[in-house]
C-alpha cells in the first residue's frame, strides 16, 4: 500500500475493523499500522461537499460492506478496503511515522496490539479534495477488548491454570506486511521451565459478557481437572492459559494444532469413507469421554470440529451456546443436545 517514494515515512497500515448501519450512511473504520498505531475513524457522506466522485465511491464501498458479499460488479472487498484505508493516508504518514521498537527477538507482544497509541480521526471531501483530520477527543465509541471480573474469580483461576500479563506473550506473524494489523493468532508463551510454547490466542467475545466468559472457563476447568485423556485418546482441544492484567481477562490460550480446516459436508465428501471413519470414531469417542464427566460440549455442529494435518478430528468451541439446525433450543446445553448435533455430524460423514 504504500508508495515506494514515502517507504521512510508511511507504515504499512490497512483496515482490520469495520461497522456499518443498515439505515445510516456512516461507517466506522478501525485502520492498524504494522508500527503498532490504531486509526480509529469516522466516515460520513455528510462532509463531502461538490465531490461526486468521492461521493459515488464511496457508496460503492458501503454497498459492499453492507452486503456481506465479497465481490459486485467485479469490486471486491479488498478493493473497498484499499480504498476506505488509503483515504487517511496522509493522516498517518503525519502521525505514525516512527518505528516500532522491539527489543529481544523482533517479535510484538500481546500489549503492543492490544494497548496500541491511538488517534480519532475523520475526513471532508471539498471539490473532490480529501481532507482527513484528528479530532480532539479520545472517544471513539468502540469497547475495549477486556472482560472484568472480581479478584475472586482471578484467585480461583490461578489455582487451576496459568495466568499471562499480554506483555509476555509473543505474536507470531507469517507475514510482514500483517503484523500488528492483522488479529492475533498464533503466539508464544514460555513455561514453567522456561522453554517456549505456541499457543493459538482466542480473545473474549465482548458481546458475551463476564458470564458468558466464567461458564466457558467453568467447562475448562472440568476438562482440566477431569485429566481426560490427551491424544491420541481424547481429541478435545486443551486450555494452556488465560491472558490477564490488573483490568480484567482479554482471552484464553490453547495448545495450537496445525489445522486443515473445520469439518465441512464438501470437506467430507472429497475424503475416503476409511477416513470418514476415523473421524467419526475420534469424535464419538472424545465426546464420550466428556459426558462421562458430566462435560457438555454444547455448540455441537460440524464446523465446530478441526482437522488437523494429520487428519486427526479435533473437538472445539466450548462457549456453551448452540447453533440453529444442529441441537434444538429446548436441548441447548444438555447432554440430549449433544448428542443430537453429533448425529447430524456423523451423518455427513457416512
Known sequence: MNESSQATTTPHFDLAVWQVHEVENDCELIIRTNNGRVFYCQVSPSRF?????????YFRCLDLLRSGEEEIDDFYMEDAYHWLSKLFKPLITQLAPASLNIPGNGRPTLSHYLFAPYFVCSIEAIDGKIRPYQLNTQEHGWSKPVIVVDGDFITELDQWTRLYHPSDIEICYNRARDVLIKPPVKVIVKNGNGNQVICFFKPFELSFGPAHAKRELLTFKKITMAKISPATEAWICRLYGIVRDETGLFGMLFTWINKKGVLSATRAAQNPLS????????????????????IIWGDAKAENILIDEDDNAWIIDFGGSYTIGWVDKDKAGTIEGDLQGLAKILAILR
Open 49 to 57: 461537499h461538490r465531490s461526486p466522485a468521492i461521493t459515488t465511491q
Open 275 to 294: 477416513l470418514r471413519n476415523r473421524w467419526a470414531t475420534q469424535i464419538k469417542d472424545s465426546l464420550a469421554k466428556l459426558h462421562n464427566e458430566g
